[in-house]
């Protein structure tokens, strides 16, 4: 069973989560501040943790950073998006503004703690788009789509987090697997490309941008 630590004064919403979080199977700790979070991690270590910024005593902001091995989710209701790029850049795996829809929530949860499968697929799927990792084919509504290597590799990178917002940073890391000639610079071109080749053969935006902080599959 795994284990999720939330940390939130609000009782209310702490209590909401749990019992969403213990009818998907999940076992749920509490703390209600920044300190009663360290004690606890000092004793146990959960699988991911639900982090709130605005708790006393020590905030979220300042809790984040001693948190290691853990994959943080913040939840919080500052929606500013240089909160949101300090804190993704800060450590924190994904960022959930309040109030929120528990099934959005629960969705970026499972992303979070999804099991390896011991056979992976390479077929990789969202919505009319299917992309297979051994032949490097792409299709949309079954009409192949010719994309470069950079454009493939971002595509693939999204379409392997669909519920999530990737960091440029991130992209950049990711995708020198797979391509060596994407910069920072060279990065909005690059997705501009993708999303026009898509759009042509689909008719659909399947790529937005967030602004200052990376892009994400467009969210239906």
Request: one cysteine or more.
């Amino acid at each position: 069973m795994k284990k999720i630590l939330v940390i939130d004064d609000d009782i209310h919403i702490g209590n909401l989560i749990e019992e969403a979080l213990c009818r998907e199977g999940y076992r749920v700790f509490h703390a209600y501040s920044g300190t009663e979070a360290l004690l606890f991690l000092a004793q146990t270590k959960p699988d991911l943790i639900l982090l709130d910024l605005m708790l006393p005593g020590l905030s979220g902001e300042e809790v984040l950073p001693r948190i290691k091995g853990i994959p943080v989710i913040v939840v919080s209701a500052k929606a500013d998006v240089d909160d949101k790029v300090k804190l993704l850049l800060g450590g924190a795996v994904d960022y959930i503004t309040k109030p929120f829809q528990i099934k959005e929530l629960l969705a970026r949860i499972s992303v979070q703690l999804r099991e390896p499968a011991n056979a992976v697929s390479s077929e990789l799927r969202y919505d009319a788009l299917l992309l297979n990792t051994d032949t490097r084919r792409v299709t949309a509504d079954g009409r192949e789509v010719k994309l470069t290597r950079t454009e493939y590799a971002i595509l693939k990178l999204l379409m392997q987090n669909p519920a999530q917002v990737v960091t440029k940073s991130r992209l950049l890391d990711r995708i020198s697997e797979d391509t060596p000639d994407c910069t920072e610079s060279s990065l909005k071109i690059h997705v501009s490309n993708l999303r026009k080749k898509l759009r042509e053969v689909s008719k659909k935006d399947y790529i937005e941008s967030v602004w200052g902080i990376g892009f994400q599959l467009r969210q239906e």
